[in-house]
């Protein structure tokens, strides 16, 4: 390129030059002098100059190289300043850094398209909440729907499996799906090595394991293939390996071994009843759609046969409130061509949240960078003026600001690209919560057209404004030397805009932060501190009696550790769990038409109110004589006798449900369950050892523990385990507080990301401030030096600097609050009893922000209050 | 900018340079005698407005160029017409005929 150019260049010089001299010797030749003689032939020839420039138009057109010949100058003007440099790649690193970060993560959680055949052609099958949620099938609706739906051509059901498998004499809990048989032909994938499961594998003891579980146990061994492995205490074969790349169905899911759906009640040691039960929806389902087919008419489809399906279903079921609620209910077909909606659902809120509050952040690097470049310009003024004064145009000189702005734009979308690399794997790290999540970040054409995009519009945002004002300016006054004050307004605007907008982010930020402040302090009717829980996992299932047995047995193991203050076991404990609604019929209480007639239900071992902490307010506690046999008994909340009995005694009244009489022993405080936000139930504890049939995994055990940490107990629990039973392992250990945590993942995500984003808005204001008030200051300083010398005190001139603040910050402050109370509304659902425009978040950003900002002038304040009038005055 | 102008004269430059160089290959001082030559009191043609016009043609493939040693033993750039210039050359001499005609017959009808 750079070398076709030269020879180009001395082509038209030659050229050129062929004529001149011919023309010359045609004179000289006629007797002219030689000297007169070339004269001559450059006169007639015109300006070669001029000619040689539009020779070269020709060639490259003029933008081109104009456009060369800018970026040239400006990567040598920004060599030379090495400090602005790295202070405006850096600003616009961290904006578009964050901005690439959280769009890769959008990208990774809804739009990557699955790695199948055709992804576009897959839909989900799903029934449809009142809010839109999609959610799982039953079986017989799967089937209905399979064999009913004219629009497809195959569909699948599919649960994911948690089990622990052992290879090799290593025992591993690994994720699996279950699917029926078109699984495979539906997604349209070839395996790595053997075969997939299809028709005739329905229950077969057979296995398919992902690429990335071949690689890890086998080493990409084609001899795995017939190898058997045991998942609880099922042996099963491996008949063959997906294809690389292929994990799952649903984006962040891993599952590393593949089995067919009838065979989980054998690994898992269950009926077969839930092959005919309408309501155990636990499936996902897809289908592939007939070529020329809509999601849309697939998915009326899908309504016409729900229909006539829940109205002859759903009217066996006996309660009319919950007969009510079903009824209600919709199905419909979703494009899944980026797999199953579980994250999108649980994600997308806080996603699209961030997105907005780095698009801010990327306003303020935008803004930050503006002033950077206009206070560059003011410094440059005489070399604008120069160029101006050798005849550059408004557009040359804008454009030499866009060419600026651009190379700092690559710069900084090359630094922000590796940067958001960094932070999207961090915020993996924090959606995953301990958990996996196999989500791929890795940049695609969607992330680079994305950061192209923004970069473009920073750079465009950042150099327009100090670009168009350069075009202002006046050739005369500024060769002279004097000021003008046209750039100063901008920059004022820009500070005010920089104010405005970390004063929107704050708040967002104390808004986020309160509400995390308001659900950890949530009257939960628990005492959670001090307390250690686990749960168990199994390879064999037991009888019901001795499952009753290990059950007590895993308590009074529990409750024998040393500092161990209660020990309980529970199907749900408080907050992190949510119980199981059951239609009752209470003695003495009438349920009017349209009421909700299903309370919440527990089932729990004795002592469990000593661990949660929750008061027993009448009666008695569970004992070891409430036993499979003894009467049936229960202990209800305080909701619930409020509820139904108002001021009656509620003791010794009976509450029927499912068919047993269970008569009130005890009332108990109210406790939350199911996540801090939800609201208290109408409980009802009935005790573990009553309740046969179910299996000691279904329960979490827990213990209170005085003093120290209650994860001490990991370790002894882990040895105790297996004592009680060789099959028994002690699964997920930790303390309650932690617990907690996981369930309030969204939340502490928007309050630190929040909160760090707040924080950066702040110093970046503050950054803003100080850099315009030590220039004025610089510039007022012959004034500063009349008022000391006409007496001011050093107090009067700090006092004076300030107040230019303030005139920054409350209009920045007013404009801020604007655009939040027009913003924080979409967030309303991710708070909790804090409004959008909580007046105290309001306040909070306000004082953080002015005093930041106040921090920041007082450092020129003070230099201005310390000039020597003497030295002021001599200044110019 | 010159290639933003397209003027009359411009066009008739175009012309006039397919016209010369479809005789013989020759090169641009050639070029510039010749139209001098023929029209010496008619058109005032600056000899430097030659080459950019030539350069442009040889841009759209009207014309060829290639370097040669010249009548005076030097090197020099020697343009030839293509098939393609040809062709232009033709249209635009029919071009030329018909708007002269029209002018012609206009001002004929005028008097």
Redesign the interface.
Same mark, same amino acid.
């Given at each position: 390129m750079f070398f076709r150019e030269k020879r180009l260049e001395r %082509? *038209?010089q030659?050229? &050129?030059q +062929?004529?001149l001299? $011919? =023309?010359a %010797?045609s004179y000289i030749a006629q007797g002219m002098d030689p000297a007169e003689a070339h004269r001559r032939a450059r006169l007639?020839?015109?300006? @070669?100059t %001029?000619?040689q420039e539009? *020779?070269r138009? &020709?060639?490259s057109p $003029?933008w081109l190289a104009d456009l060369r010949q800018d970026l040239i100058y400006a990567a040598r003007t920004l060599r030379r300043s090495p400090g602005f440099l790295a202070c405006a790649v850096l600003t616009l690193a961290l904006g578009i850094g964050a901005n690439t970060a959280i769009f890769s993560l959008i990208d990774a959680v809804m739009l990557q398209p699955l790695p199948v055949r055709d992804p576009s052609g897959l839909i989900q099958i799903a029934r449809l909440s009142k809010t839109g949620d999609s959610r799982a099938v039953s079986y017989p609706l799967f089937e209905y729907f399979r064999d009913r739906l004219s629009s497809i051509s195959g569909a699948f059901a599919e649960m994911s499996i948690v089990n622990t498998i052992t290879l090799g004499g290593v025992e591993e809990n690994v994720y699996g799906d279950a699917v029926t048989s078109q699984y495979y032909s539906v997604l349209g994938l070839t395996p790595a090595a053997g075969r997939l499961l299809g028709p005739g594998d329905e229950t077969a003891p057979v296995a398919v394991i992902s690429y990335a579980f071949w690689q890890r146990r086998f080493g990409l061994d084609p001899a795995a293939v017939g190898k058997t492995f045991v998942a609880d205490r099922t042996v099963l074969t491996i008949v063959g390996v997906e294809p690389p790349g292929f994990s799952s169905i649903a984006h962040g899911r891993t599952s590393d071994f593949t089995v067919p759906l009838f065979m989980t009640e054998q690994i898992n040691g269950g009926s077969s009843e839930w092959r005919q039960h309408w309501d155990m929806n636990f499936l996902a389902m897809m289908a592939r759609l007939k070529p020329g087919v809509t999601v849309d008419r697939a998915s009326a489809e899908v309504y016409a046969l729900f229909v006539p399906w829940r109205n002859s279903t759903y009217a066996a079921i006996q309660s009319a409130f919950t007969r009510n609620l079903f009824l209600k209910e919709q199905a419909a077909a979703l494009p899944a061509a980026a797999g199953l909606n579980g994250l999108r659902y649980e994600f997308f809120e806080p996603l699209a949240v961030l997105m907005c509050i780095v698009a801010l952040v990327l306003l303020l690097a935008c803004a930050n960078l503006s002033g950077l470049l206009l206070a560059r310009a003011a410094s440059r003024q005489r070399e604008i003026s120069i160029r101006r004064a050798l005849g550059a145009g408004n557009g040359r000189l804008t454009r030499q600001y866009l060419a600026e702005s651009l190379l700092l734009a690559v710069c900084g979308a090359a630094v922000g690209f590796a940067l958001a690399q960094w932070f999207s794997r961090a915020l993996i790290a924090m959606m995953a919560n301990g958990d996996q999540l196999d989500l791929s970040v890795s940049p695609d054409w969607r992330i680079l057209a994305f950061t192209g995009a923004i970069s473009l519009i920073a750079c465009i945002l950042a150099g327009l404004a100090p670009g168009l004002n350069a075009g202002k300016g006046n050739v005369n006054p500024a060769l002279k030397q004097v000021r003008s004050g046209g750039h100063r307004r901008l920059g004022r605007a820009l500070v005010v805009a920089q104010l405005g907008i970390s004063m929107t982010l704050l708040i967002g930020a104390s808004l986020f932060i309160r509400t995390l402040v308001k659900l950890y302090n949530v009257d939960t009717g628990i005492r959670t501190e001090g307390v250690f829980l686990f749960n168990l996992s199994t390879k064999t299932p037991f009888a019901p009696a001795r499952a009753l047995e290990i059950e007590s047995a895993i308590v009074g193991r529990l409750q024998s550790m040393p500092g161990v203050v209660a020990g309980s076991a529970a199907a749900m404990p408080p907050i992190a769990g949510g119980l199981w609604d059951q239609r009752v019929q209470i003695e003495g209480y009438v349920i009017h038409p349209g009421e909700d007639d299903t309370v919440a239900f527990n089932a729990i071992a004795p002592k469990y109110f000593g661990v949660t902490g929750t008061p027993l307010l009448l009666g008695r506690d569970f004992n070891e004589r409430d036993v499979a046999g003894s009467p049936p008994v229960a202990i209800v909340s305080q909701l619930f006798v409020r509820s139904f009995f108002g001021g009656q005694p509620p003791l010794g009244r009976h509450v029927t449900s499912a068919n047993v009489r269970y008569e009130i022993v005890g009332v108990a405080g109210d406790a939350k369950y199911g996540g801090l936000r939800a609201p208290m139930s109408k409980t009802m504890y009935i005790p573990m050892l009553q309740r046969v049939g179910a299996r000691p995994t279904g329960y979490t055990y827990f213990a209170r523990v005085a003093g120290g940490d209650p994860m001490r107990l990991a370790p002894l629990m882990e040895r105790a385990v297996p004592e009680v039973d060789p099959a028994l392992r002690m699964r997920t250990p930790q303390t309650y507080a932690d617990a907690i945590d996981q369930s309030t993942l969204n939340e502490r995500m928007m309050a630190t990301l929040g909160g760090f984003f707040g924080l950066l808005a702040l110093i970046v204001a503050s950054l803003g401030i100080f850099g315009i008030m030590a220039f004025q200051v610089s510039r007022r300083i012959n004034e500063l030096g009349v008022r000391m010398a006409l007496g001011a005190t050093r107090g009067n001139i700090v006092i004076l600097v300030l107040r230019e603040v303030a005139m920054l910050l409350i209009p920045g402050c007013l404009a801020g609050c604007m655009a939040a109370v027009c913003l924080t509304r979409f967030a309303k659902s991710m708070l909790f009893e804090v409004t959008p425009t909580d007046p105290a978040a309001f306040s909070l950003a306000a004082v953080a922000l002015a005093v930041a900002t106040l921090a920041a002038g007082f450092l020129p304040a003070l230099r201005a209050s310390r000039t020597d009038p003497m030295t002021a005055l001599r200044h110019e | 900018? @010159?290639?933003d102008k397209s003027d009359l004269l411009q066009g008739t430059l175009d012309m006039l340079v397919l016209k010369i160089v479809a005789l013989e290959p020759v090169?641009?001082?050639g070029i @510039?005698q010749r139209i001098q030559q023929i029209s010496r009191e008619v058109l005032q043609v #600056? #000899?430097?407005?030659l +080459?950019?016009a030539l350069? $442009?043609l040889e841009?759209r493939g009207w014309l060829r160029a290639d370097?040669r040693e010249?009548e =005076?033993g $030097?090197? @020099?750039?020697f343009y030839s017409l293509t098939r393609l210039g040809r062709t232009q050359l033709e249209a635009e001499t029919a071009n030329w005929d018909r708007l002269a005609g029209a002018v012609a017959l206009i001002l004929k009808t005028v008097e």
């Amino acid at each position: 390129m750079f070398f076709r150019e030269k020879r180009l260049e001395r %082509q *038209l010089q030659s050229e &050129v030059q +062929y004529h001149l001299d $011919r =023309t010359a %010797q045609s004179y000289i030749a006629q007797g002219m002098d030689p000297a007169e003689a070339h004269r001559r032939a450059r006169l007639e020839f015109g300006g @070669a100059t %001029q000619i040689q420039e539009d *020779l070269r138009d &020709v060639h490259s057109p $003029r933008w081109l190289a104009d456009l060369r010949q800018d970026l040239i100058y400006a990567a040598r003007t920004l060599r030379r300043s090495p400090g602005f440099l790295a202070c405006a790649v850096l600003t616009l690193a961290l904006g578009i850094g964050a901005n690439t970060a959280i769009f890769s993560l959008i990208d990774a959680v809804m739009l990557q398209p699955l790695p199948v055949r055709d992804p576009s052609g897959l839909i989900q099958i799903a029934r449809l909440s009142k809010t839109g949620d999609s959610r799982a099938v039953s079986y017989p609706l799967f089937e209905y729907f399979r064999d009913r739906l004219s629009s497809i051509s195959g569909a699948f059901a599919e649960m994911s499996i948690v089990n622990t498998i052992t290879l090799g004499g290593v025992e591993e809990n690994v994720y699996g799906d279950a699917v029926t048989s078109q699984y495979y032909s539906v997604l349209g994938l070839t395996p790595a090595a053997g075969r997939l499961l299809g028709p005739g594998d329905e229950t077969a003891p057979v296995a398919v394991i992902s690429y990335a579980f071949w690689q890890r146990r086998f080493g990409l061994d084609p001899a795995a293939v017939g190898k058997t492995f045991v998942a609880d205490r099922t042996v099963l074969t491996i008949v063959g390996v997906e294809p690389p790349g292929f994990s799952s169905i649903a984006h962040g899911r891993t599952s590393d071994f593949t089995v067919p759906l009838f065979m989980t009640e054998q690994i898992n040691g269950g009926s077969s009843e839930w092959r005919q039960h309408w309501d155990m929806n636990f499936l996902a389902m897809m289908a592939r759609l007939k070529p020329g087919v809509t999601v849309d008419r697939a998915s009326a489809e899908v309504y016409a046969l729900f229909v006539p399906w829940r109205n002859s279903t759903y009217a066996a079921i006996q309660s009319a409130f919950t007969r009510n609620l079903f009824l209600k209910e919709q199905a419909a077909a979703l494009p899944a061509a980026a797999g199953l909606n579980g994250l999108r659902y649980e994600f997308f809120e806080p996603l699209a949240v961030l997105m907005c509050i780095v698009a801010l952040v990327l306003l303020l690097a935008c803004a930050n960078l503006s002033g950077l470049l206009l206070a560059r310009a003011a410094s440059r003024q005489r070399e604008i003026s120069i160029r101006r004064a050798l005849g550059a145009g408004n557009g040359r000189l804008t454009r030499q600001y866009l060419a600026e702005s651009l190379l700092l734009a690559v710069c900084g979308a090359a630094v922000g690209f590796a940067l958001a690399q960094w932070f999207s794997r961090a915020l993996i790290a924090m959606m995953a919560n301990g958990d996996q999540l196999d989500l791929s970040v890795s940049p695609d054409w969607r992330i680079l057209a994305f950061t192209g995009a923004i970069s473009l519009i920073a750079c465009i945002l950042a150099g327009l404004a100090p670009g168009l004002n350069a075009g202002k300016g006046n050739v005369n006054p500024a060769l002279k030397q004097v000021r003008s004050g046209g750039h100063r307004r901008l920059g004022r605007a820009l500070v005010v805009a920089q104010l405005g907008i970390s004063m929107t982010l704050l708040i967002g930020a104390s808004l986020f932060i309160r509400t995390l402040v308001k659900l950890y302090n949530v009257d939960t009717g628990i005492r959670t501190e001090g307390v250690f829980l686990f749960n168990l996992s199994t390879k064999t299932p037991f009888a019901p009696a001795r499952a009753l047995e290990i059950e007590s047995a895993i308590v009074g193991r529990l409750q024998s550790m040393p500092g161990v203050v209660a020990g309980s076991a529970a199907a749900m404990p408080p907050i992190a769990g949510g119980l199981w609604d059951q239609r009752v019929q209470i003695e003495g209480y009438v349920i009017h038409p349209g009421e909700d007639d299903t309370v919440a239900f527990n089932a729990i071992a004795p002592k469990y109110f000593g661990v949660t902490g929750t008061p027993l307010l009448l009666g008695r506690d569970f004992n070891e004589r409430d036993v499979a046999g003894s009467p049936p008994v229960a202990i209800v909340s305080q909701l619930f006798v409020r509820s139904f009995f108002g001021g009656q005694p509620p003791l010794g009244r009976h509450v029927t449900s499912a068919n047993v009489r269970y008569e009130i022993v005890g009332v108990a405080g109210d406790a939350k369950y199911g996540g801090l936000r939800a609201p208290m139930s109408k409980t009802m504890y009935i005790p573990m050892l009553q309740r046969v049939g179910a299996r000691p995994t279904g329960y979490t055990y827990f213990a209170r523990v005085a003093g120290g940490d209650p994860m001490r107990l990991a370790p002894l629990m882990e040895r105790a385990v297996p004592e009680v039973d060789p099959a028994l392992r002690m699964r997920t250990p930790q303390t309650y507080a932690d617990a907690i945590d996981q369930s309030t993942l969204n939340e502490r995500m928007m309050a630190t990301l929040g909160g760090f984003f707040g924080l950066l808005a702040l110093i970046v204001a503050s950054l803003g401030i100080f850099g315009i008030m030590a220039f004025q200051v610089s510039r007022r300083i012959n004034e500063l030096g009349v008022r000391m010398a006409l007496g001011a005190t050093r107090g009067n001139i700090v006092i004076l600097v300030l107040r230019e603040v303030a005139m920054l910050l409350i209009p920045g402050c007013l404009a801020g609050c604007m655009a939040a109370v027009c913003l924080t509304r979409f967030a309303k659902s991710m708070l909790f009893e804090v409004t959008p425009t909580d007046p105290a978040a309001f306040s909070l950003a306000a004082v953080a922000l002015a005093v930041a900002t106040l921090a920041a002038g007082f450092l020129p304040a003070l230099r201005a209050s310390r000039t020597d009038p003497m030295t002021a005055l001599r200044h110019e | 900018m @010159a290639s933003d102008k397209s003027d009359l004269l411009q066009g008739t430059l175009d012309m006039l340079v397919l016209k010369i160089v479809a005789l013989e290959p020759v090169h641009g001082y050639g070029i @510039a005698q010749r139209i001098q030559q023929i029209s010496r009191e008619v058109l005032q043609v #600056q #000899q430097g407005s030659l +080459y950019p016009a030539l350069h $442009r043609l040889e841009k759209r493939g009207w014309l060829r160029a290639d370097w040669r040693e010249s009548e =005076t033993g $030097r090197e @020099a750039k020697f343009y030839s017409l293509t098939r393609l210039g040809r062709t232009q050359l033709e249209a635009e001499t029919a071009n030329w005929d018909r708007l002269a005609g029209a002018v012609a017959l206009i001002l004929k009808t005028v008097e």
